[in-house]
């Protein structure tokens, strides 16, 4: 006798039971590949379409060099290559916008009685890996610059970065390409910065510039810092000092011409404002001894 095969029927409740699983299940999939799609997204896709768009946009700003005037630098007497950090790091070292993940902003301004005054925008997305993109404006009376900036982690403690920017005078402008390098260690940094390369693409002469500094903890809370800043038909050595005293964090510094004499020398505190990281500084700055005033705050959004 031949034995028929029966097929359990499944009833219209399990069925719709059944397609619930699986559409959970699909959807469950989908999610983690947009997860991880998403993270590939950020690290590969958006940072360099942005960095694209912020090179045409930062063509409408005017500008010229006016990083000596940022808060932090301007107080260190110029020795900041190796201990810039932040979203307006780029004006030194491209590599050092790096700071812990999150969303960072910041802005600062700066007066001088004998000239215009400077405004500074920043602001950078760093990754969990220390990826980190940036963007930073500055912005005088008729004179300013505005760049976009990559910056990886490539070992434990060492990082590379690079910028597109936007650098015009009063009646011309041209495109810069920027580098550089920061090494981090528990109690010193290293870092290199190179500005202008392949400059004056759409017009000006723009000279190259290279700033190479170290810093080194020489007691408990305080760093000591020595700079070196080359440019065509001019150079100098800077040297500063940080130290942290109670809540306040404390930096001076100055910078000696290689041609002889005083070019830089600058004094400045960094305190917690309305829980923002603030800095005001004040120093000479030029052959002829400008008087600056500079102050500053900073803001971070954790994301992850």
Known sequence: MKRRLEIPRISKEDRAGLNLSAT???MHCCSA?????SSVGKRYV???VLLVFVSVV???VSGIDLYTTVPQALGMGQAYTARARGPLSPLWNPAAISKLPGLHGALAISFSPEAEGVLFGGGSLVGSEGQSFGLVVAQGKDKGQGSGTLAFRILRGVFIGGSLAS???TDSQGISFNAGVLVRGTTWSLGAGLYHLDAGILGTDLPLRIH??????VVAGSRLAVDLHLEAGNGRVALGVQTKVWAFDLHWGAAISLGGGLSHA???VGFVLFDLPADFSIGFTGADQQLWISGGVEG?????
Do not use: M
Request: net charge negative; aromatic share 6%; hydrophobic share 45%.
């Open 46 to 48: 958006v940072a360099p």
């Open 300 to 304: 971070t959004i954790p994301l992850w």
């Open 266 to 268: 600058g004094l400045g």
């Open 212 to 217: 190479v500094d170290a810093s080194v903890e």
């Open 24 to 26: 959970g299940l699909f």
């Open 58 to 60: 930062s063509c409408l």
């Open 167 to 169: 650098v015009s005078q």
């Open 33 to 37: 590949n947009s997860r991880s799609l």
